[in-house]
């Protein structure tokens, strides 16, 4: 299976300061048809979880673009530009380029 | 608007059997995979399963298969989890998440239900 590893597990970031989260996976997640499918995902407490971005840099609708992701291979980034209090969430990497989907750890970002 | 809609969950005791629905509405259901994904109490995600729009190919994580059976009924609009020989470790929310319509390449994941709780206990 490959193996989705988050760093760091736990954010502490001041509102207004940018924060990233990096994920990297055991083998490459591009696809035969050339694109690399990893998503990121937002869970607020007591809700599921939000995609927030789809393979590695496109926003879904009402994301604020605040919001981005990058990478390629296996190294990926997901970066807030500026935080506010409504991110304070768990956000998790999946891969979707290979079966079994596996997802990160999750990195809990908190405000400082 | 995109709704799924969980139920089914609830108290069983390890080696029972439980049976998960999905309502789908607001998409065109049987152009569509479905995923079911699963969260323990106070831990991270984990995808259970997966099913085509055709019901051709299926997927299981090695930790359910053999014990769960995903389904579906593209007349009624409904995903279905068949879990048996529960053990207290399949303890969790389990959502109902979409996949990408019949051709389309990649996991989806844009929409969740809101989950429903399987507690597995004696």
């Known amino acids: 299976d490959v193996v989705m590893t988050q760093s760091p597990l736990s954010l502490p970031v001041t509102l207004g300061q940018p924060a990233s989260i990096s994920c990297r996976s055991s083998?490459?997640?591009?696809?035969?048809?050339?694109?690399?499918?990893l998503n990121w995902f937002q869970q607020r407490p007591g809700q599921s979880p939000r995609r927030l971005i789809y393979r590695v840099s496109n926003r879904d609708s009402g994301v604020p673009d605040r919001f981005s992701g990058s990478g390629s291979g296996t190294d990926f980034t997901l970066t807030i530009s500026r935080v506010e209090a409504e991110d304070v969430a768990i956000y998790y990497c999946m891969q979707g380029a290979h079966w079994p989907r596996t997802f990160g750890q999750g990195t809990k970002l908190e405000i400082k | 608007e995109v709704q799924l809609v969980e139920s089914g969950g609830g108290l069983v005791q390890p080696g029972g059997s439980l049976r998960l629905s999905c309502a789908a509405s607001g998409f065109s259901f049987s152009s569509y995979g479905m995923n079911w994904a699963r969260q323990a109490p106070g831990r991270g995600l984990e995808w259970v399963s997966y099913i085509s729009s055709s019901s051709s190919p299926i997927y299981y994580a090695d930790s359910v298969n053999g014990r769960f059976t995903i389904s579906r009924d593209n007349a009624k609009n409904s995903l279905y989890l068949q879990m048996n020989s529960l053990r207290d470790e399949d303890t969790a929310v389990y959502y109902c998440?979409?996949?990408?319509?019949?051709?389309?390449?990649?996991?989806?994941?844009?929409?969740w239900g809101q989950g429903t709780l399987v507690t597995v206990s004696s």
């Open positions: 083998q490459s997640l591009v696809y035969s048809d050339g694109n690399t499918y």
């Open positions: 998440v979409r996949a990408l319509p019949r051709g389309i390449s990649g996991p989806g994941f844009d929409f």
